[in-house]
């Protein structure tokens, strides 16, 4: 089992920068594929960046070139960098754990951006 702890969110102007943290617990954290998602409302989940245990790294089209995805195995952390945010950011950010036959959530936390 592994438990998965997001923090970070708030609120920012437009054009400014938030970092999210992802805390996971459990000795092989380094072997999960892991991920930020967002949710706004009225809106389906949608895959934002992900990391692979290998560190390869995957970022969905709205936010290539102002969102950075990293992770730090020694601390069992994975971020999530936001430059140059936009209202349309505006979302509850969730980080996933997975592997082929495991899959974990946390509790979200969320981004508010104004104009």
């Known amino acids: 089992q592994v438990q998965v702890v997001e923090s970070g969110g708030g609120l920012a102007q437009a054009g400014g920068s938030l970092r999210l943290s992802c805390a996971a617990s459990?000795?092989?954290?380094?072997?999960?594929?892991m991920g930020w998602y967002r949710q706004a409302p009225g809106k389906q989940r949608e895959l934002v960046a992900e990391?692979?245990?290998?560190?390869?790294?995957a970022y969905a089209d709205s936010v290539k070139g102002r969102f950075t995805i990293s992770r730090d195995n020694a601390k069992n952390t994975v971020y999530l960098q936001m430059n140059s945010l936009k209202p349309e950011d505006t979302a509850v950010y969730y980080c996933n754990a997975r592997r082929p036959i495991s899959d974990y959530w946390g509790q979200g936390t969320q981004v508010t951006v104004s104009s």
């Open positions: 459990g000795s092989i954290f380094s072997r999960y594929t």
């Open positions: 990391i692979t245990s290998g560190g390869t790294t």
